[in-house]
T-cell receptor, first 110, second 116 residues
Framework: RKEVEQDPGPFNVPEGATVAFNCTYS??????FFWYRQDCRKEPKLLMS???SGNEDGRFTAQLNRASQYISLLIRDSKLSDSATYLCVVRMDSSYKLIFGSGTRLLVRP | DVKVTQSSRYLVKRTGEKVFLECVQDMDHENMFWYRQDPGLGLRLIYF???????EKGDIPEGYSVSREKKERFSLILESASTNQTSMYLCASRITAAGGGFTEAFFGQGTRLTVV
């Protein structure tokens, strides 16, 4: 079983739609959680960290459920520019390693 | 802005060649990483370094070695390139924050290596 699992998609949604991605992690010692965004043929960039209480940044909301070991990302009012691959990333306590999911691809159509 | 620069965007090498991938960061970050990214497998950690001359194996170190002689530079070496090392290689750097936490990782633009 992969340490971090994501639905690969693609999720194909119209502009203005709300879309949600889930990510599950296998190690309960995981302590830090992130969502990265990767555009086609570009490097990953941090979208947002995920905090225990949940956090929001504009149209983006991240949630953490430690009991069920999953993280979610909600995108409201999708824009064409949101089309990208979204990577779920986990770090265990006291570890240098970031563990990446294989990504969920989002396509927003006009 | 943090800048992580990889020496090449595209590289084509022959089987058996020794290949050097260079990565330089300009923000005095202690931690540097080499990943490879393959479809369906995501990013997999090859090696990382948390200080000059320090290195640790990641999840898939076989066939690779690294060098960190200076803080700003982290090199990935393919001792004898093979076709299964055809991939996108991504370098990243990150600072250790006060209290021992970690900030976000900044990535270079990637090197697409093809071994023929």
């Amino acid at each position: 079983r992969k340490e971090v699992e994501q639905d690969p998609g693609p999720f194909n949604v119209p502009e203005g739609a709300t879309v949600a991605f889930n990510c599950t992690y296998s190690n309960s010692a995981s302590q830090s959680f992130f969502w990265y965004r990767q555009d086609c043929r570009k490097e990953p960039k941090l979208l947002m960290s995920v905090y225990s209480s949940g956090n929001e940044d504009g149209r983006f909301t991240a949630q953490l459920n430690r009991a069920s070991q999953y993280i979610s990302l909600l995108i409201r009012d999708s824009k064409l520019s949101d089309s990208a691959t979204y990577l779920c990333v986990v770090r265990m306590d006291s570890s240098y390693k970031l563990i990446f999911g294989s990504g969920t691809r989002l396509l927003v159509r006009p | 802005d943090v800048k992580v620069t990889q020496s090449s965007r595209y590289l084509v090498k022959r089987t058996g060649e020794k290949v050097f991938l260079e990565c330089v960061q300009d923000m005095d970050h202690e931690n540097m990483f080499w990943y490879r990214q393959d479809p369906g497998l995501g990013l997999r950690l090859i090696y990382f370094s948390y200080d000059v001359k320090m290195k640790e194996k990641g999840d898939i170190p076989e066939g690779y070695s690294v060098s960190r002689e200076k803080k700003e530079r982290f090199s990935l070496i393919l001792e004898s390139a093979s076709t299964n090392q055809t991939s996108m290689y991504l370098c990243a750097s990150r600072i250790t924050a006060a209290g021992g936490g970690f900030t976000e990782a900044f990535f270079g633009q990637g090197t697409r290596l093809t071994v023929v």
